[in-house]
Antibody, heavy 119, light 107 residues
Framework: QVQLVQSGTEVKEPGASVKVSCKTSGYTFSGYYIHWVRQAPGKGLEWLGRINPNSGGTDFGQMSQGRVTMTRDTSVSTFYLEVAWLRSGDTAVYYC????????????WGQGTLVTVSS | DIQMTQSPSSLSASVGDRVIITCRSSQTVSGFLNWYQQKPGKAPQLLIYGASGLQSGVPLRFSGSGSGTDFTLTINSLQSEDFASYYCQQTHSFPYTFGQGTNLEIK
């Protein structure tokens, strides 16, 4: 079955960077985009962007411009999200999700990674 | 960016009720509209894709309709496990955007 397993909780100081991983299995790695979505405490969902598993090409959301990097390692079927210059407003649960074959709907999700930014 | 507006933001209902949640986009998204359910502490789960397609494994009491700028999610005969938050998302144009969510509570 399709599985997306994310790395564990992170606590970072303002100004630092964080890198979250998303290991995929149970499907053809090259066939589906991976998206990143975050959710601040008590808030709604925010789309951060997506990455093409073949080319590594990316499309970003508004927040992501300049501070977010999305990469993948095809040898281990794993995707990465890196957020630089963290600030308190970046405190959130970060999710990876697979873009499905119809309408690009996010049909499988990782369990989420809590990133806390605090001094 | 396309703005997605859900209504209501919160809703109280009883087991067995029929519930309708609406989602309106600031410009057309054609049929590229998806619905998700999220329970506390859990990742969202896809319910409806492409405005009206029922995701595999999702109960038949869930249905979606609409096109262009106006969409609805209908839940027939509410069950206890349906009390959760619901989000719409457009995947027509970048950046993909979500509605602000609808919190469905037990009356």
């Amino acid at each position: 079955q399709v599985q997306l397993v994310q790395s564990g909780t992170e606590v970072k100081e303002p100004g630092a960077s964080v890198k979250v991983s998303c290991k995929t299995s149970g499907y053809t790695f090259s066939g589906y985009y991976i998206h990143w979505v975050r959710q601040a405490p008590g808030k709604g969902l925010e789309w951060l962007g997506r990455i093409n598993p073949n080319s590594g090409g990316t499309d970003f959301g508004q927040m992501s411009q300049g501070r977010v990097t999305m990469t993948r390692d095809t040898s281990v079927s794993t995707f990465y999200l890196e957020v630089a210059w963290l600030r308190s407003g970046d405190t959130a649960v970060y999710y990876c999700a697979r873009g499905g074959p119809v309408a690009g709907a996010l049909d499988s999700w990782g369990q989420g990674t809590l990133v806390t930014v605090s001094s | 960016d396309i703005q997605m507006t859900q209504s209501p933001s919160s809703l109280s209902a009883s087991v067995g009720d029929r519930v309708i949640i609406t989602c309106r986009s600031s410009q057309t998204v054609s049929g590229f509209l998806n619905w998700y359910q999220q329970k506390p502490g859990k990742a969202p789960q896809l319910l409806i894709y492409g405005a009206s397609g029922l995701q595999s494994g999702v109960p038949l009491r869930f249905s979606g309709s609409g096109s262009g700028t106006d969409f609805t999610l209908t839940i027939n005969s509410l069950q206890s496990e349906d009390f959760a938050s619901y989000y719409c998302q457009q995947t027509h144009s970048f950046p993909y955007t979500f509605g602000q969510g609808t919190n469905l509570e037990i009356k």
